[in-house]
């Protein structure tokens, strides 16, 4: 497919708009502070929209619809149950404790919880999941782009077979645009041009849905029309949410409801330093809190605009050799000119909306929690700004060089859900009991953490090397069921060493544990002058 | 009652579960840091929302 030079001038205006956009913001970025957390001046419909632009990138559109062509609509369990719970606890109980704590980052929180052995591990585990879901994510681009434009704009330049030249083309210039304005505006151009490309995406989306439902080939036409369509194909489940837990698919309702719900979407919602790190730069709590559930209530339609695609996908090409490229193939046979250039637009924004937002969550870890927390290096404000934005644009490189590992999964969203299984388990498990139970100690997070990784690996190693009858788990992708066990391993170590293990003065976990935050101001009075009750 | 009612009543249940839990928590707790204590404030009325239309989605689907 070859655009049009109408969708290719409408795709260039948008990016050269989002580029000045977002290099506005250099302007305001003096400390280190404004850089990382915006100046902690961000309005909550703001911090919403920049979670959910965050969180769905072009992984969701490619993978996602992916999924949900092989899957059906169990795939949406991901962006509901999947996302609602966790919001729901993150905002009443997790954020406003971060807040407080004035903290740049869930490690940086880790470490004043337990110590800096259990931040130090964290921060270099997050930056390596950070890292290599940017190659993820420039591979996802990239197969975006092969799929819409083909070998036709380099014709002359790179030979028609050469599929992995026009690959990495697309890498480098995907990687070289976002860095641009990430590396300049900080945190602030990260969110607000999020914001934009929020609007942009979710217009983009619903053409696509708009017209996609009116195709011919779908008979009544509508949602009716295409489940009746995939019903008559031999698709039956594929409107069911609910999928038998012996059943191949990565969304078994036991996983669904023990891994994913319990301990995988707690766990992302609460411990990434990627959804975190823009209510840590609210205004204030109310806002942290609210911006948190405002971005749950957004998320609900996201799989309205990525899911029915996937399933649109199955009822007009249920031959295609990839399911990764359904979405790609609804743009290109579907859209007239013009609105191709705006769907393609809003691709592109989701893509760098994500691609921002891990870049400025990586070069926070890096430079408050491993260079200037654990290695002790002391620089003045001036200097940690030139850090951070030093760090953003050496992570664009290495996010290139890790393009090549995220092609041994069978779909690019499996591979980022079984790194976030090995990681997700013992992180939730750490801050979970760190938060409700004060007894949990350093030593016992330190060994329980690092127990739980293992197992989490363990698991993973052993179901991909392991032949089919021999391995821990029948479903495919098992990353629910390895995050569940990797959290009650790590729970389980954890209640255990810290039993075995001298606890911490309370006085020192003042504003770190959880207690007595349901009581308003007298009845907290009452509590303290009973029996010493902390403030929370 | 086959596997997959048993699943949808577990998963309706989480988030009546969640909902009950969502109304414990204090108003004063619920609007801290917020400039004024309107009603639209109150974040436990969002929560309960954004849950009712789960429920009524994971009960049809």
Same mark, same amino acid.
């Given at each position: #497919?070859?655009?049009?030079?109408?969708?290719?001038?409408?795709?260039?205006?948008?990016?050269?708009?989002?580029?000045?956009?977002?290099?506005?913001?250099? &302007?305001?970025?003096?400390?280190?502070?404004?850089?990382?957390?915006?100046?902690?001046?961000?309005? @909550?419909?703001? =911090?919403?929209?920049? =979670?959910?632009?965050?969180?769905?990138?072009?992984?969701?559109?490619?993978?996602?619809?992916?999924?949900?062509?092989?899957?059906?609509?169990?795939?949406?369990?991901?962006?509901?149950?999947?996302?609602?719970?966790?919001?729901?606890?993150?905002?009443?109980?997790?954020?406003?404790?971060?807040?407080?704590?004035?903290?740049?980052?869930?490690?940086?929180? #880790?470490?004043?919880?337990?110590?800096?052995?259990?931040?130090?591990?964290?921060?270099?585990?997050?930056?390596?999941?950070?890292?290599?879901?940017?190659?993820?994510?420039?591979?996802?681009?990239?197969?975006?782009?092969?799929?819409?434009?083909?070998?036709? /704009?380099?014709?002359?330049?790179?030979?028609?077979?050469?599929?992995?030249?026009?690959?990495? $083309?697309?890498?480098?210039?995907?990687?070289?645009?976002?860095?641009?304005?990430?590396?300049?505006?900080?945190?602030?151009?990260?969110?607000?041009?999020?914001?934009?490309?929020?609007?942009?995406?979710?217009?983009?989306?619903?053409?696509?849905?708009?017209?996609?439902?009116?195709?011919?080939?779908?008979?009544?036409?509508?949602?009716?029309?295409?489940?009746?369509?995939?019903?008559?194909?031999?698709?039956?489940?594929?409107?069911?949410?609910?999928?038998?837990?012996? $059943?191949?698919?990565?969304?078994?309702? +036991?996983g669904v409801l023990f891994g994913l719900a319990l301990v995988q979407a707690p766990a992302y919602f609460?411990?990434?330093?990627?959804?975190?790190?823009? +209510?840590?730069?609210?205004?204030?709590?109310?806002?942290?809190?609210?911006?948190?559930?405002?971005?749950?209530?957004?998320? @609900?339609?996201?799989?309205?605009?990525?899911?029915?695609?996937?399933?649109?996908?199955?009822?007009?090409? /249920?031959?295609?050799?990839?399911?990764?490229?359904?979405?790609?193939?609804?743009?290109?046979?579907?859209? /007239?000119?013009?609105? +191709?250039?705006?769907?393609?637009? *809003?691709?592109l924004a989701a893509l760098m909306s994500s691609v921002d937002s891990f870049l400025t969550s990586a070069?926070?870890?890096?430079?408050?929690?491993?260079?200037?927390?654990?290695?002790?290096?002391?620089?003045?404000?001036?200097?940690?700004? &030139?850090?951070?934005?030093?760090?953003?644009?050496?992570?664009?490189?290495? *996010?290139?060089?890790?393009?090549?590992?995220?092609?041994?999964?069978?779909?690019?969203?499996?591979?980022?859900?079984?790194?976030?299984?090995?990681?997700?388990?013992?992180?939730?498990?750490?801050?979970?009991?760190? #938060?409700?139970?004060?007894?949990? $100690?350093?030593?016992?997070? @330190?060994?329980?953490?690092?127990?739980?990784?293992?197992?989490?690996?363990?698991?993973?190693?052993?179901?991909?090397?392991?032949?089919?009858?021999?391995? /821990?788990?029948?479903?495919?992708?098992?990353? #629910?069921?390895?995050?569940?066990?990797? @959290?009650?391993?790590?729970?389980?170590?954890?209640?255990?060493?810290?039993?075995?293990?001298?606890? &911490?003065?309370?006085?020192?976990?003042?504003?770190?544990?959880?207690?007595?935050?349901?009581?308003?101001?007298?009845?907290?009075?009452?509590?303290?002058a009973r029996g010493g009750e902390e403030e929370p | 009652m086959n596997e997959v009612s048993i699943a949808?009543?577990?998963?309706? !249940?989480?988030?009546?579960?969640?909902?009950? !839990?969502?109304?414990?928590?204090?108003?004063?707790?619920?609007?801290? !840091?917020?400039?004024?204590?309107?009603?639209?404030?109150?974040?436990?009325?969002?929560?309960?929302?954004?849950?009712?239309?789960?429920?009524?989605?994971?009960?049809?689907?």
């Amino acid at each position: #497919m070859s655009l049009h030079w109408i969708d290719i001038a409408i795709i260039a205006v948008y990016l050269l708009g989002l580029l000045g956009f977002g290099l506005c913001f250099s &302007r305001f970025v003096k400390t280190e502070e404004d850089y990382f957390l915006a100046g902690r001046n961000l309005p @909550f419909w703001a =911090i919403g929209m920049s =979670i959910v632009v965050s969180d769905i990138g072009a992984i969701d559109f490619v993978s996602l619809t992916g999924a949900s062509y092989r899957y059906g609509i169990a795939a949406a369990n991901m962006d509901w149950i999947g996302t609602l719970p966790a919001i729901i606890i993150a905002s009443l109980i997790f954020i406003p404790y971060y807040w407080r704590a004035g903290v740049y980052s869930v490690p940086e929180y #880790m470490g004043r919880r337990y110590d800096q052995r259990v931040r130090a591990v964290q921060s270099i585990i997050w930056t390596i999941y950070l890292v290599l879901i940017l190659g993820a994510m420039f591979l996802a681009a990239a197969k975006m782009f092969e799929n819409l434009l083909g070998a036709r /704009p380099w014709a002359g330049l790179i030979p028609e077979d050469a599929v992995e030249i026009r690959l990495w $083309t697309y890498v480098l210039v995907t990687a070289a645009f976002t860095g641009a304005y990430t590396v300049a505006g900080g945190l602030a151009a990260v969110v607000y041009t999020d914001v934009v490309q929020l609007v942009i995406m979710f217009l983009g989306a619903l053409i696509v849905l708009a017209i996609g439902f009116q195709h011919p080939d779908l008979g009544a036409g509508g949602l009716s029309g295409l489940r009746e369509s995939l019903e008559s194909a031999g698709h039956d489940s594929h409107f069911s949410l609910f999928l038998p837990h012996d $059943t191949k698919t990565p969304y078994p309702w +036991t996983g669904v409801l023990f891994g994913l719900a319990l301990v995988q979407a707690p766990a992302y919602f609460i411990g990434n330093q990627q959804i975190v790190q823009r +209510t840590l730069g609210a205004r204030d709590e109310w806002s942290a809190k609210a911006g948190t559930l405002f971005a749950g209530a957004l998320k @609900f339609f996201i799989p309205i605009l990525v899911v029915l695609p996937g399933l649109l996908a199955l009822a007009l090409y /249920p031959q295609l050799e990839d399911a990764d490229q359904a979405y790609g193939q609804l743009i290109k046979d579907l859209l /007239p000119v013009g609105l +191709t250039g705006l769907v393609f637009a *809003g691709f592109l924004a989701a893509l760098m909306s994500s691609v921002d937002s891990f870049l400025t969550s990586a070069a926070s870890i890096i430079s408050r929690d491993i260079i200037t927390g654990l290695c002790r290096v002391r620089l003045d404000d001036r200097s940690l700004l &030139r850090l951070g934005k030093l760090l953003t644009l050496v992570l664009v490189v290495f *996010g290139v060089a890790t393009v090549p590992f995220c092609g041994i999964f069978a779909g690019i969203y499996e591979f980022i859900q079984a790194i976030l299984s090995i990681v997700q388990g013992p992180t939730w498990a750490l801050l979970l009991i760190g #938060m409700f139970w004060r007894r949990a $100690t350093a030593s016992g997070g @330190f060994v329980a953490l690092l127990a739980g990784l293992a197992v989490g690996l363990g698991l993973t190693i052993w179901q991909k090397a392991a032949e089919a009858g021999a391995r /821990p788990f029948q479903c495919e992708e098992p990353f #629910m069921f390895i995050a569940l066990v990797s @959290f009650l391993s790590t729970a389980g170590v954890l209640v255990a060493a810290s039993l075995a293990t001298r606890p &911490r003065p309370v006085s020192e976990l003042r504003g770190l544990v959880f207690r007595a935050t349901f009581h308003d101001t007298e009845a907290q009075s009452a509590l303290e002058a009973r029996g010493g009750e902390e403030e929370p | 009652m086959n596997e997959v009612s048993i699943a949808r009543c577990l998963f309706v !249940g989480f988030f009546l579960l969640l909902a009950a !839990g969502v109304m414990i928590l204090p108003r004063a707790y619920i609007l801290r !840091g917020a400039p004024d204590t309107a009603l639209w404030r109150d974040l436990r009325w969002w929560a309960l929302l954004l849950l009712a239309v789960h429920v009524y989605v994971y009960w049809r689907f």
